[in-house]
């Protein structure tokens, strides 16, 4: 099953090449349906695992060079946006995902791939590779870690064994209380949010569509 995805969500309109992405749905082993994107059709695969909340435009710039001569693909992790929620919380866990990566593949025809693993998406990528080697040509890690990210992430410098639970202590309680997520929600899309840090990175970049790429992410996941 496949649609044009303009037909499913709006475009980032700085980005004309998103509308040609194939917008996908597959039916995960545990009935979570999972929502996923192709570009290109070249004979070989590129999968790009997302940090946590990104999505195909965060990756625009090695989309515009590479889609020419590759396959790429992405997904919407379980759990968010555009693919289902499963009935267990530990479904949402890396394994499951990196399942579902190695069923997107299956279903695309794909034995092998080279795997871009951005911060969240590096542990689903080292998970790949691990229970599936032979599905996984070459491994690009950009920006996380391995294990548990909130406990691994400063090592060998710094062990914070306990700073999960008081994120998630943190998450838990700005979700009990709907005006102080409103209020985090329209900070983080706001003007200045977006031209301080969006449009930053842009500047050092030299790259306009950075800042529009941000705003786009912060309108995902705080809207």
């Known amino acids: ?31 979570v349906p999972i929502a996923y994107e192709r570009v290109g ?15 195909l435009y965060a990756w625009a710039a090695l989309v515009e060079q590479l889609a020419p001569r590759y396959t ?9 946006f555009d693919s289902g929620m499963p009935e267990r919380l530990h479904h949402l866990g890396v394994p499951c995902h990196a399942e579902d990566l190695r069923q997107i593949l299956d279903a695309e025809g794909f034995e092998r791939a080279h795997v ?4 969240m998406g590096v542990q689903v990528a080292l998970e790949l590779a691990v229970k599936h080697p032979d599905r ?8 996380g870690t391995h294990g548990h990210a909130l406990t691994t992430a400063f090592q060998p410098f710094l062990r914070t064994p306990a700073l999960h639970r008081y994120l998630h202590d943190m998450f838990d309680y700005v979700a009990r209380h709907p005006m102080l997520m409103s209020g985090l929600g329209k900070l983080m899309r706001s003007r200045l949010n977006v031209d ?17 790429n941000y705003q786009q992410y912060q309108n995902d996941v705080f809207g």
């Open 1 to 31: 099953m496949s649609a044009p995805l303009n037909a499913v969500r709006g475009i980032t309109p700085h980005l004309p090449w998103l509308s040609r992405a194939e917008r996908k749905r597959l039916t995960a082993a545990d009935g």
């Open 41 to 55: 059709a070249g004979k070989e695969a590129i999968v790009l695992a997302n940090g946590l909340g990104g999505r």
């Open 72 to 80: 790429i693909l992405t997904w919407d992790y379980r759990g968010l």
């Open 116 to 119: 871009f693993g951005w911060s």
């Open 136 to 143: 996984v040509q070459k491994l690009v890690l950009i920006n």
């Open 196 to 212: 301080t840090i969006g449009g930053s990175m842009a500047l050092l970049r030299w790259n306009k569509k950075l800042r529009e």
